[in-house]
């Protein structure tokens, strides 16, 4: 069973504060991905990899930057956060032959 | 890029009854679509796929259908239970490997007992 861990389950920063959102999977998926979850807008990818040291910008990249120095973790940083980015973060992995994601349980990151 | 709608954004169905989400995207090269399932408080699980050749896919009570030239494509469940309510998000990727999915909005589905 493929099991994609982040470290968090709730996080409270402050505003300013550089905040790091780590993700591992255990099963080889050389794809991993970081979306944000927020009511009414569903998921919307912030950045994701296809190998390691490799990254590539989605739709909603600003104020965010990722780090993928192996291949089993993928981690996402909030350079300096705002309230803004108050949301639910759900990163996932995936093989590159395909056949969808897998997700993480999330991070609810709340900034105060 | 990308951009893929979903309706209704909540569903409220009696138990037994189906149930029907429709999802529209906007990329013609789009070719890989896949549902996932959401429960209170648990992450996002696909629970069926479809590619593009081909128009329809069933699993047990869950069915997908696809239509490329209307690009629209929408999940069914039939005999509807208690367990099935959850949100629903629909998503599109052009490439099916390697795939950068663009998920719609999501559809809250309440089942009534």
């Known amino acids: ?112 | 890029g990308e951009n893929v709608e979903q309706h209704p954004s909540t569903l409220s169905v009696q138990e037994g009854d189906s149930a029907v989400i429709k999802c529209t995207y906007s990329d013609s090269a789009s070719n890989y679509f896949p549902w996932y399932k959401q429960e209170l408080g648990k992450r996002p699980q696909l629970i069926i796929d479809i590619r593009s050749n081909v128009g329809e896919k069933k699993d047990q009570r869950i069915a997908v259908t696809l239509n490329k030239t209307a690009k629209h494509f929408s999940l069914h469940i039939t005999e509807t239970q208690p367990e099935d309510s959850a949100v629903y998000f629909c998503a599109a990727s052009i490439t099916f490997g390697n795939e950068k999915l663009t998920f719609g909005t999501g559809t809250r589905l309440t089942i009534i007992p």
């Not at chain 1, 965010?64 to 759900?90: C, D, G, P």
């Open chain 1, 1 to 112: 069973d493929v099991k994609v861990t982040q470290s968090s389950r709730y996080l409270v920063k402050r505003t300013g504060e550089k905040v790091f959102l780590e993700c591992v999977q255990d099963m080889d998926h050389e794809n991993m991905f970081w979306y944000r979850q927020d009511p009414g807008l569903g998921l919307r990818l912030i950045y994701f990899s296809y190998d390691v040291k490799m990254k590539e910008k989605g739709d909603i990249p600003e104020g965010y930057s990722v780090s993928r120095e192996k291949k089993e973790r993928f981690s996402l940083i909030l350079e300096s956060a705002s309230t803004n980015q108050t949301s639910m973060y759900l990163c996932a992995s995936s093989l590159k032959t395909g056949r969808g994601y897998t997700f993480g349980s999330g991070t609810r990151l709340t900034v105060v």
